[in-house]
């Protein structure tokens, strides 16, 4: 909409007409420039967060005392390439069942925001959640729906908040996208907790034990010698007695979305057992049969 200076006149001298333009008030003669209707209405958008509880349905593990802080990035279309300012919503517990608990939370959105183009997420928990999606309603073009199937630590143990992008990369989103991959990719440095999800990649150099025993000592796979597929980065100490091999751990470090869940846990572990017995069985019964 055009705007219409309107311009309100007296006397004045000759010589302040010379510099008289509009905005400007030498003498008298000033120009003010109103809007109408410069201000933005907003409305009320609801996201709806639904969350996969552990195994057997030991929600108390979790925690689930506090709500989820849910924080929605909604961004400027590709037109304007700029980041809009973030809106933060409070989510809380409204639903649970046996295998999911939703969460929801209402953002109060400006008319001109523009797109949903990334969540952020901050779990208050001491423990992890599994986040299966996040439904956004109330929008002008409708419900969206983010698919997020991925862990969230607890802030208590990393900070930074759990950041969901789509699969494209509008100028909008590109400083939250060189941010990620800044993530995911590690600096190479320090030990790998299991809550994280870098994918950094390392030689083989825990094949053998050299500090339990100089035969169990193994060559390096991975490297220029030996050039087979490498491994996931864990940064363990390296061993005292070979300073090539890295020391052993019960624990195998997996970037968090890529480790088993609970379910193929005991599935792995109940078919492991099965195997075992099965093969036990028929060496028992020839030993009673002997007897």
């Given at each position: 909409m055009m705007l219409k200076p309107q311009v309100h006149s007296s006397p004045v001298k000759a010589d302040d007409r010379k510099a008289a333009r509009p905005g400007f008030a030498p003498g008298n003669i000033r120009a003010i420039v109103t809007a109408a209707e410069n201000a933005t209405t907003t409305s009320t958008v609801k996201a709806v967060v639904t969350?996969?509880?552990?195994?057997?349905?030991?929600?108390?593990?979790?925690?689930?005392?506090?709500g989820l802080d849910l924080i929605a990035l909604l961004f400027s279309t590709e037109a304007?390439?700029?980041?809009?300012?973030?809106?933060?919503?409070?989510?809380?517990?409204?639903?649970?069942?046996e295998n999911?608990?939703?969460?929801?939370?209402?953002?109060?959105?400006?008319?001109?925001?523009?797109?949903?183009g990334a969540v952020l997420v901050e779990n208050?928990?001491?423990?992890?959640?599994?986040?299966?999606?996040?439904?956004v309603n109330g929008l002008p073009d409708g419900p969206v729906t983010i698919s997020c199937s991925s862990w969230?630590?607890?802030?208590?143990?990393?900070?930074?908040?759990r950041l969901y992008l789509p699969s494209d990369t509008p100028d909008g989103l590109r400083r939250?996208?060189?941010?990620?991959?800044?993530?995911?990719?590690?600096?190479?440095?320090?030990?790998?907790?299991?809550?994280?999800?870098?994918?950094?990649?390392?030689?083989?150099?825990d094949v053998g034990d050299p500090d339990s025993s100089s035969d169990k000592k193994r060559p390096v796979l991975g490297g220029k010698k030996f050039p087979y597929p490498r491994r996931c980065r864990t940064g363990r100490p390296l061993c005292k007695t070979d300073p090539e091999s890295e020391s052993k751990s019960l624990n195998i470090y997996v970037p968090r979305d890529e480790a088993f869940s609970e379910v193929k846990n005991l599935t792995f572990s109940a078919k492991t057992v099965y195997s075992v017995l099965h093969a036990l069985v028929p060496s028992l019964e020839r030993q009673f049969l002997l007897v």
């Open positions: 969350v996969t509880p552990p195994t057997g349905g030991a929600l108390y593990e979790l925690g689930i005392n506090r304007t390439g700029l980041e809009k300012p973030t809106i933060k919503g409070y989510a809380h517990k409204t639903e649970q069942k999911e608990v939703k969460y929801e939370c209402e953002f109060k959105v400006r008319d001109d925001f523009g797109e949903v208050e928990h001491h423990k992890e959640m599994f986040l299966r999606d996040i439904v969230v630590c607890s802030k208590f143990d990393d900070p930074k908040k939250l996208r060189e941010e990620e991959l800044k993530v995911l990719r590690g600096n190479g440095q320090g030990e790998r907790k299991t809550y994280e999800r870098i994918y950094d990649y390392d030689v083989y150099n």
